[in-house]
């Protein structure tokens, strides 16, 4: 079996690839299985955490264990949704057994729905820093992971799909374009705060610019652009025109 760790931060379209994976038949797919861990190591208030507590196992080390070591059914390849911010106070080992892909998106698109959410939120919840010293880690390593760009994913997304299948060694398919709107079995519990628009969807929605950025934010922004920047140099390019 082949395990798939897919390394975002939030508002990322995330869920949407999540559900593209969904709809190949040899693939399973699993929803954020370290949000209840980071959930109790770190005190974080969000939405809906003390359902989640309740309701996942909160046990990373052995949440991944579970997942990389258990019963993955008939599927060749086990795809787990991750936020690059849940990796705290944990043992990363188990990332020596894993491909891993990083998504990103530009920071003045991304931070105006985030702080939605989370108003008072910190470069910490962007996950974008995590996400440049993972990443540069592995290579460290020796593995080669990949990145993907939220932005270039919409403008061209079976290009940068069969792109990512191809760093993958995994065959590229159309179904991984459709999904059926509504919620998902795979969703986690906490779906009901974060999925309003995914569940409308039915494929990756349109590349549409935002033009607005609330001065409020700029502060953040600036925190964001220097990781933001590292990380898209070596994302995967979209081949339509920009």
């Given at each position: 079996?082949?395990?798939?760790?897919?390394?975002?931060?939030?508002?990322?379209?995330?869920?949407a690839l999540?559900y593209s994976?969904a709809?190949?038949?040899?693939?399973?797919?699993?929803?954020e299985?370290?949000?209840?861990?980071?959930?109790?190591?770190?005190?974080?208030?969000?939405?809906?955490?003390?359902?989640?507590?309740?309701?996942?196992?909160?046990?990373?080390?052995a949440?991944?264990q579970?997942?990389?070591r258990?019963?993955?059914?008939?599927?060749?390849?086990?795809?787990?949704?991750?936020?690059?911010h849940?990796?705290?106070?944990?043992?990363?080992?188990?990332?020596?057994?894993?491909?891993n892909i990083?998504?990103?998106?530009?920071?003045?698109?991304?931070?105006p729905?985030?702080?939605?959410?989370?108003?008072?939120?910190?470069?910490?919840?962007t996950?974008l820093?995590?996400?440049?010293?993972?990443f540069?880690?592995?290579?460290?390593?020796?593995?080669?992971?990949?990145?993907i760009?939220?932005?270039?994913?919409?403008?061209?997304p079976?290009?940068?799909?069969?792109?990512?299948c191809?760093?993958?060694?995994?065959?590229?398919?159309?179904?991984?374009?459709?999904?059926?709107?509504?919620?998902?079995?795979?969703?986690?519990?906490?779906?009901?705060?974060?999925?309003?628009?995914?569940?409308?969807?039915?494929?990756?929605?349109?590349?549409?610019?935002?033009t607005?950025?609330?001065?409020?934010?700029?502060?953040?922004?600036?925190?964001?652009?220097?990781?933001?920047?590292?990380?898209?140099?070596y994302s995967?390019?979209?081949?339509?025109?920009n």
């Amino acid at each position: 079996m082949q395990a798939i760790c897919l390394w975002s931060g939030p508002r990322n379209v995330s869920t949407a690839l999540m559900y593209s994976f969904a709809q190949r038949s040899d693939t399973r797919v699993v929803d954020e299985p370290l949000y209840g861990h980071f959930l109790r190591v770190t005190g974080t208030l969000h939405p809906g955490r003390d359902e989640v507590l309740e309701n996942v196992n909160c046990d990373g080390d052995a949440e991944m264990q579970k997942l990389l070591r258990g019963d993955n059914g008939d599927f060749d390849i086990l795809f787990m949704k991750q936020m690059a911010h849940h990796l705290v106070d944990i043992d990363r080992s188990f990332l020596e057994q894993t491909s891993n892909i990083f998504l990103v998106r530009d920071p003045r698109e991304m931070l105006p729905s985030l702080t939605i959410q989370l108003p008072n939120a910190t470069l910490a919840d962007t996950g974008l820093k995590m996400q440049w010293h993972l990443f540069d880690s592995l290579r460290t390593a020796g593995q080669a992971p990949t990145i993907i760009d939220s932005r270039e994913l919409l403008l061209d997304p079976p290009s940068v799909l069969a792109q990512l299948c191809a760093a993958l060694r995994i065959q590229y398919t159309d179904d991984m374009l459709k999904w059926p709107t509504g919620p998902r079995s795979e969703d986690g519990i906490w779906a009901k705060h974060w999925y309003h628009a995914v569940h409308q969807s039915d494929g990756f929605a349109p590349y549409v610019a935002k033009t607005d950025f609330p001065a409020h934010l700029e502060g953040l922004l600036a925190e964001c652009n220097p990781w933001y920047e590292k990380l898209f140099e070596y994302s995967i390019r979209a081949s339509r025109a920009n």
